[in-house]
């Protein structure tokens, strides 16, 4: 197969219908030129150029040859200077899977003033509470609890400390007894995640005199996504971070279960593929969201 590099140089060649005026626009010297393309020629065994002493033109089967790769190489330029644009004029996409409680408390209000300063700059958000590997789905950047994460990646802290605690809506507790302690809520209507429909629902985890006590709700309803809504529609009691109902505990639209005994987590850590030349669009969404 003959090296894409003296392709190139053929087809500027033809263009300049010269070896002169080729090579100085190319940089390349006039013999270092034309050896280059007679190389090509034996080694596709052709003659490719009709070589005179004031001019070069191709032959029948030079032509042809042109015609079939010129275009591509135009396209081929087209992209690396559109790249180049995009670069410059901060312009691109940026995926990002990331949990519903993540996407919500976090990257919502830190990328609303980025995406209002450069408004060509797209993000596509993914909720998704699973661990995903986001290079095979076709992520730029993945977001989940802590800083561990799989080999060949990097982490960034996006976030505080992350509290996690349980509510319901005064509707859902009138006439019920209020949970006193972990074991009441075997008497209450509980909505959980699941994280996949091969993994087992997550266990409720509470934080009793700096101690963590795991408890297995039997969960009435189950869901992989944001129990929120379920919550806020009174299915029963379920699993929120503080962060997401603060204003709803003021206000007294949602009440918190055994507050005591809140849950605290690591902070949200951003991750992404530990590779050089990350476009602009990407390197400006990850500054935005560093903590």
Same mark, same amino acid.
């Given at each position: 197969?003959?090296?894409?590099?003296?392709?190139?140089?053929?087809?500027?060649?033809?263009?300049?219908?010269?070896?002169?005026?080729?090579?100085?626009?190319?940089?390349?010297?006039?013999?270092?030129?034309?050896?280059?393309?007679?190389?090509?020629?034996?080694?596709?065994?052709?003659?490719?150029?009709?070589?005179?002493?004031?001019?070069?033109?191709?032959?029948?089967?030079?032509?042809?040859?042109?015609?079939?790769?010129?275009?591509?190489?135009?396209?081929?330029?087209?992209?690396?200077?559109?790249?180049?644009?995009?670069?410059?004029?901060?312009?691109?996409? %940026?995926?990002?899977?990331?949990?519903?409680?993540?996407?919500?408390?976090?990257?919502?209000?830190?990328?609303?003033?980025?995406?209002?300063?450069?408004?060509?700059?797209?993000?596509?958000?993914?909720?998704?509470?699973?661990?995903?590997?986001?290079?095979?789905?076709?992520?730029?950047?993945? %977001?989940?609890?802590?800083?561990?994460?799989?080999?060949?990646?990097?982490?960034?802290?996006?976030?505080?400390? %992350?509290?996690?605690?349980?509510?319901?809506?005064?509707?859902?507790?009138?006439?019920?007894?209020?949970?006193?302690?972990?074991?009441?809520?075997?008497?209450?209507?509980?909505?959980?995640?699941?994280?996949?429909?091969?993994?087992?629902?997550?266990?409720?985890?509470?934080?009793?005199?700096?101690?963590?006590?795991?408890?297995?709700?039997?969960?009435?309803?189950?869901?992989?996504?944001?129990?929120?809504?379920?919550?806020?529609?009174?299915?029963?009691?379920?699993?929120?971070?503080?962060?997401?109902?603060?204003?709803?505990?003021?206000?007294?639209?949602? %009440?918190?279960?055994?507050?005591?005994?809140?849950?605290?987590?690591?902070?949200? $850590?951003?991750? $992404?593929?530990?590779?050089?030349?990350?476009?602009?669009?990407?390197?400006?969404?990850?500054?935005?969201?560093?903590?």
């Amino acid at each position: 197969m003959p090296h894409f590099d003296d392709l190139h140089l053929f087809i500027a060649v033809v263009q300049a219908g010269s070896f002169t005026k080729a090579g100085e626009k190319l940089g390349v010297s006039k013999s270092a030129l034309s050896q280059s393309i007679s190389q090509l020629e034996n080694r596709l065994n052709i003659r490719l150029l009709n070589r005179t002493t004031r001019s070069v033109s191709p032959t029948p089967e030079g032509l042809s040859l042109y015609n079939d790769i010129a275009p591509h190489y135009l396209a081929i330029g087209q992209g690396l200077e559109k790249l180049a644009d995009n670069q410059q004029n901060t312009t691109g996409t %940026v995926r990002i899977n990331a949990s519903q409680l993540a996407i919500e408390t976090v990257i919502l209000p830190k990328l609303s003033p980025l995406l209002a300063d450069y408004p060509h700059i797209f993000v596509e958000l993914y909720s998704d509470n699973r661990f995903v590997d986001i290079v095979e789905q076709g992520f730029d950047m993945g %977001v989940r609890f802590g800083d561990a994460v799989a080999d060949g990646m990097i982490a960034v802290k996006i976030s505080q400390a %992350v509290q996690i605690t349980r509510v319901a809506t005064p509707n859902y507790l009138k006439n019920k007894t209020m949970p006193k302690t972990i074991a009441d809520l075997d008497n209450h209507r509980l909505i959980n995640l699941q994280l996949g429909k091969e993994k087992m629902p997550i266990d409720w985890e509470f934080c009793v005199n700096g101690e963590t006590v795991v408890y297995t709700p039997k969960s009435q309803m189950l869901m992989n996504a944001n129990l929120l809504n379920a919550i806020k529609q009174h299915f029963g009691i379920g699993l929120v971070g503080v962060s997401q109902i603060e204003n709803e505990l003021k206000t007294g639209e949602l %009440v918190e279960i055994l507050g005591e005994y809140r849950m605290t987590y690591p902070p949200f $850590y951003a991750y $992404y593929p530990n590779r050089g030349y990350h476009s602009r669009a990407f390197e400006l969404v990850l500054s935005a969201l560093r903590e």
